[in-house]
T-cell receptor
Framework: DAKTTQPPSMDCAEGRAANLPCNHSTISGNEYVYWYRQIHSQGPQYIIHGLKNNETNEMASLIITEDRKSSTLILPHATLRDTAVYYCIVRVYTDKLIFGTGTRLQVFP | GAGVSQSPSNKVTEKGKDVELRCDPISGHTALYWYRQSLGQGLEFLIYFQGNSAPDKSGLPSDRFSAERTGGSVSTLTIQRTQQEDSAVYLC?????????????FGSGTRLTVV
């Protein structure tokens, strides 16, 4: 059974913030939230992860709700190169990495 | 090299033949995954190696699929008696045991076409 629910697709204008939601209502206390993305015909790329605090790196920000049942990946200034499928994954870090169907983000000019 | 290397990048084989796909993980990485991705589909987990532990083979779709990892480094995925439904991109990923917390590095994949 999928542990996460994501919208199948989203659009975003270039230069605007892209906010990608993820629901993980059954997340356990020791499970992390990970985000990966896959640009067409390439292997997936790690973006960010978090446990309960909000996180930011050079690629994105991750906002996790206080109850940890949902999160949002934020790309602050989307570019055309951010067009990709984005995967939200919850797991204990020692577990295998299982991908769902993700959100296809289309950034348009 | 600096990344995960997979070979060949493309492979066309006839139905019924055996194929071997190779993955060279980043040096020192103890964790290694194989996935496959059929056209327009998501990533399907196949097998997971972590250090000296027994591999997690729970994702292998049939007994025609097998994988080994020699010396804790290079891994080979073997598909026997290939079928057309085996056509897909096969992806390998690796990480340090600590890096499992921070994310895996993926190779560019092997595109397998069974004709």
């Amino acid at each position: 059974d999928a542990k996460t629910t994501q919208p199948p697709s989203m659009d975003c204008a270039e230069g605007r913030a892209a906010n990608l939601p993820c629901n993980h209502s059954t997340i356990s206390g020791n499970e992390y939230v990970y985000w990966y993305r896959q640009i067409h015909s390439q292997g997936p790329q790690y973006i960010i992860h978090g446990l309960k605090n909000n996180e930011t790196n050079e690629m994105a920000s991750l906002i996790i709700t206080e109850d940890r049942k949902s999160s949002t990946l934020i790309l602050p200034h989307a570019t055309l190169r951010d067009t990709a499928v984005y995967y939200c994954i919850v797991r204990v870090y020692t577990d295998k990495l299982i991908f769902g169907t993700g959100t296809r983000l289309q950034v348009f000019p | 090299g600096a990344g995960v290397s997979q070979s060949p990048s493309n492979k066309v084989t006839e139905k019924g033949k055996d194929v071997e796909l190779r993955c060279d993980p980043i040096s020192g990485h103890t964790a290694l995954y194989w996935y496959r991705q059929s056209l327009g589909q998501g990533l399907e987990f196949l097998i997971y190696f972590q250090g000296n532990s027994a591999p997690d083979k729970s994702g292998l779709p049939s007994d025609r699929f097998s994988a080994e990892r020699t010396g804790g480094s290079v891994s080979t995925l073997t598909i026997q008696r290939t079928q057309q439904e085996d056509s897909a991109v096969y992806l390998c990923a690796s990480s340090t045991s600590q890096g499992a917390l921070y994310g895996y590095t993926f190779g560019s994949g092997t595109r397998l076409t069974v004709v």
